[in-house]
């Protein structure tokens, strides 16, 4: 009977040793699983703070490339309202430009070198836009049209990048 006590022990002992360790396994693997989730939730809040960030200053650019070409390359055609909107929206794509950094610090928070380097480059050529074409600093309509077609360009590979980083987190 002793032989008997003790193999019913060593089984009730072994069968809650199995269920035990099934338990914390299931329990640690669901906590991992929770962390994993909350890490991508966090890497695709960042990456929708960045499009917000360069959406404000697409939108910017946009008054501002659109208002440039409606003056047109010739500096004496500007009216005194236009010329008002024109230095305003100027100094707000100056102020805007902080929007990317915060974007940029974002991206390498992150680790997306090349999605930080598709921002650089399109941010690059918004800034050879502004410094380019202005009333009075460029000659024709089809140099503006070319730049801005550059800029178009990199706006969306930028975006295409950001959307397939998005796509992957989610």
């Known amino acids: 009977m002793d032989n008997l006590n003790i193999i019913s022990t060593a089984i009730t002992f072994l069968l809650g040793l199995a269920l035990g360790g099934w338990a914390m396994y299931t329990n640690v693997k669901d906590k991992?699983?929770?962390?994993?989730?909350?890490l991508?939730?966090?890497?695709?809040?960042?990456?929708?703070?960045?499009?917000?960030?360069?959406?404000?200053?697409?939108?910017?650019?946009?008054?501002?490339?659109?208002?440039?070409?409606?003056i047109g390359p010739k500096g004496q055609r500007i009216s005194a309202k236009q010329e008002k909107e024109l230095e305003d929206l100027s100094n707000q794509l100056v102020n805007v430009y902080e929007e990317v950094s915060i974007?940029?610090?974002?991206?390498?928070?992150?680790?997306?070198?090349?999605?930080?380097?598709?921002?650089?480059?399109?941010?690059?050529?918004?800034?050879?836009?502004?410094?380019?074409?202005?009333?009075?600093?460029?000659?024709?309509?089809?140099?503006?049209?070319?730049?801005?077609?550059e800029v178009t360009q990199m706006r969306e590979q930028f975006y295409d990048i950001l959307s397939q980083r998005y796509d992957q987190k989610l």
């Open 32 to 38: 991992l699983k929770e962390q994993q989730l909350a």
């Open 40 to 70: 991508s939730g966090r890497r695709v809040g960042l990456l929708e703070q960045v499009a917000q960030h360069i959406g404000k200053v697409s939108h910017v650019f946009s008054k501002y490339s659109s208002l440039v070409n409606d």
């Open 103 to 149: 974007a940029e610090s974002k991206l390498l928070l992150l680790g997306e070198q090349k999605l930080n380097k598709a921002l650089k480059l399109y941010t690059a050529k918004m800034a050879q836009y502004r410094k380019q074409i202005f009333p009075g600093r460029y000659t024709s309509a089809e140099e503006a049209n070319q730049l801005k077609q």
